[in-house]
């Protein structure tokens, strides 16, 4: 008998390469079921607050604590998530879904969104990072880069929509992430930066007209933003692409 061998037809090699065998698979079953630990369990997509799919693969709960001294569970099967106004437009599972009422508001499509925490994000412990210049005065626009403050905003009609009113900053990222616009109607309203072509002539905003810019989601407060509100004033815009003229419904040719 060869040195190493236990039997005539079993070896020490063979059986490290079934227990790596026997370990692969353990962490294969292992990924897959943390896989689904964010965003399960789902609905079928049907019905708003039907069924949802709990069992193999989506694990068990499990409590994260954060440093906030919060306490979530993933998967949360009570969870809230985001709200639409919608129904299917054939009775077949898994039709597609056409806005009832304000499309912009629906929450379907390219507007949709999640119902994420209702409070500021934070860094360095409990420091607010998204916040206007009028707070962060530390921060201010690096020339030769254009200050929008005090410009037009347009439409996608390019009607004037408001006035560049302050810049909101990530001071995490050390990026603008919002404009603050004042509506000629009174109040404000925030424009991601995303959403925005700035040159010398003006703010330029595709996404929606300029008469929609009333309807954008509000935030609580003047000098901050929830992670809640930065997901429905983005949906808002995003759902522009796609329902803020009948024509961006149909087919390009």
Known sequence: M?????????????IVLYM?????????????RENHREGYPMDNGHLQ??????????????????????????????????????QPTHGWLGAPLEPVGDPLLAGIGPGA??????????????QIKIVP???????????????PRGMSVYGADLQQAGTVKDLWVDRCEMMFRYLEVALPSGGTVLLPMTFSRINARGVFVQAVLADQFAKVPKTKSPEQITLLEEEKITAYFGA??????????????
Do not use: C
């Open 2 to 14: 060869e040195t190493g061998a236990i039997t005539q037809y079993v070896d020490v090699a063979q």
């Open 20 to 32: 790596f065998w026997a370990f692969f698979a353990g962490l294969i079953y292992y990924l897959l």
């Open 49 to 86: 607050g039907g069924p949802v799919q709990i069992g193999w693969p989506v694990p068990e709960p499990k409590v994260f604590k954060l440093a906030n001294g919060r306490e979530v569970l993933a998967p949360d099967v009570n969870r809230a998530d985001g709200s639409y106004s919608a």
């Open 113 to 126: 969104w999640a119902a994420r925490a209702d409070e500021p994000d934070l860094y360095h412990g409990d």
């Open 133 to 147: 210049l009028r707070i962060a005065a530390d921060h201010g626009v690096m020339s030769p880069d254009l200050d």
């Open 240 to 253: 522009g692409t796609m329902y803020a003229t009948p024509e961006r419904q149909e087919p390009l040719f």
